[in-house]
Each structure stands twice: as C-alpha cells, then as structure tokens.
C-alpha cells in the first residue's frame, strides 16, 4: 500500500497563491490516480482535483476549474496542487487521496489511502 502525506498550507489572503505537495512512500506513485479532496468547516468534503497515473489527464471541480492546477513528478513520488487566486471560500482542510486502478474517479469513496490533510486560510 501507499501512504501520502501532505505540506504546504497556510494563512494566505485572498488573490495569493499557493502550493501543495503530496509525497508518497511504500510505493509508486505511478502506480495510482491521485486526487485532491476538501472540507471546508461545517461541510462535507468534495473533489478538487484528480490526475491520471501518467498525468496526462487532469480532472477539476467547476469551482476551482481555471485557478488550480493538478500536477505529478513521477520521479519525485509527488503530485502538486498550484492553487492561484485563491478565494475566502477555499478555505478549508485540503486531503490528498491515493486510487488504485487506471481509471480517474471524483467520488471520495472510489480513493484507497488518505493523508491527514493540511489547512488553507484565505483571509479577504
């Protein structure tokens, strides 16, 4: 199995920028569609963002669609999430999430491993 575990959140004030890295260990990152998951305070957690194994294909919700950019160094075992102007309602804990399998899902429940998130502030 592989585990992943997030950096990079922060306080930042609305219209900065930001990015996330997502290092995975066990195993190869190539081996798993990566995803970018959030939960914003008193809401569920919803999709961001997903890349295929290859990172060929990249997947974004509508509300992030345009400002986030999903990206994977294979070689690294790290997927990054550039988020650019960013907005008092992205605020939120932001989880990466590790799949098994080739296809690339947006459901939570399609991911096989989590890592316990870190927190992003937009301040306006």
């Known amino acids: 199995q592989v585990q992943v575990v997030e950096s990079g959140g922060g306080l930042v004030q609305a219209g900065d920028s930001l990015r996330l890295s997502c290092a995975a260990s066990?195993?190869?990152?190539?081996?798993?569609?990566m995803g970018w998951f959030r939960r914003a305070p008193g809401k569920e957690r919803e999709f961001v963002a997903a890349?295929?194994?290859?990172?060929?294909?990249?997947y974004y919700s509508d509300s992030v669609k345009g400002r986030f950019t999903i990206s994977r160094d294979n070689a690294k075992n790290t997927v990054y999430l550039q988020m650019n102007s960013l907005k008092p309602e992205d605020t939120a804990v932001y989880y990466c999430?590790?799949?098994?399998?080739?296809?690339?899902?947006?459901?939570?429940?399609?991911?096989?491993?989590w890592g316990q998130g870190t927190q992003i502030t937009a301040s306006s």
């Open positions: 999430a590790a799949r098994s399998g080739s296809a690339v899902r947006q459901r939570e429940s399609d991911y096989d491993y």
């Open positions: 066990g195993r190869t990152a190539s081996d798993y569609v």
């Open positions: 890349i295929s194994r290859s990172g060929v294909s990249t």
